[in-house]
């Protein structure tokens, strides 16, 4: 079977309703399908210089330098560099956290996921030294009172990260796996920071050791206050 992108699919669509004729649409697919890999290409490339240095301290030749493209080639695929960082940001992201979920995936208990999500973690400095560092953390830092859209993104992450572990929480009493009377927010909330206080410390010393410790506090808090 023939695999389309979105953007394929879309131009699809017109031409069953015989809005663009097929030629039309073979030419824009090729177009189409040429200007995502260059974007993706792009991406992948400065994504790790963006997290390295930080969104202010990147310049434009080092984006042109790493990519082997004109100042015109990336910013005919991005509007300027903010977005440029914001997508290779979410690019960052969508890469760890699929290690993440995979690794949750293999349980189906919520109290195991929990477990299985300090296990990840607990390796998660040695994840992230070849990409320079947590993601989500260093953007965080760095884009604070410099830039509210990149902040806010950050922000928003680190919020979606934080109710994924209270939704756990909360599946786990509903399951009877987790104590009634505890506050999933608060837990949620509770574990997130030791999570980042400890990445943090790792990336400071440039030890996982930090990590590997706080990973072990946590087990034995859902241990012994979570656990029915």
């Known amino acids: 079977m023939t695999a389309y992108s979105v953007s394929e699919l879309r131009l699809l669509g017109l031409i069953r309703k015989k809005i663009i004729p097929f030629g039309i649409f073979y030419y824009i697919c090729i177009m189409v399908t040429k200007a995502e890999r260059t974007s993706e290409y792009i991406i992948e490339t400065v994504a790790p210089i963006f997290n390295k240095h930080g969104y202010a301290a990147t310049s434009l030749s080092d984006l042109t330098k790493a990519t082997g493209l004109t100042k015109g080639a990336l910013y005919g695929n991005f509007k300027n560099k903010e977005e440029l960082a914001l997508e290779a940001f979410n690019h960052t992201v969508r890469r760890l956290m699929f290690g993440i979920k995979e690794s949750m995936s293999k349980v189906e208990s919520p109290l195991m996921k929990l477990y299985s999500m300090c296990d990840w973690y607990t390796d998660y400095y040695h994840f992230t030294s070849d990409v320079g560092g ?95």
């Open 134 to 228: 947590c993601p989500v953390l260093n953007l965080a830092i760095d884009s604070n009172n410099n830039d509210e859209l990149l902040f806010n993104r950050a922000k928003e992450v680190v919020g979606k990260l934080k109710k994924s572990i209270a939704d756990l929480v909360k599946e786990g009493i509903e399951k009877g796996e987790i104590r009634e009377g505890v506050d999933p927010e608060r837990v949620g909330g509770r574990i997130y920071s030791m999570i980042q206080g400890s990445i943090f410390m790792s990336g400071v010393l440039k030890d996982n050791a930090p990590v590997v410790d706080m990973m072990e506090h946590i087990r034995q808090m859902i241990k012994t206050e979570l656990e029915t």
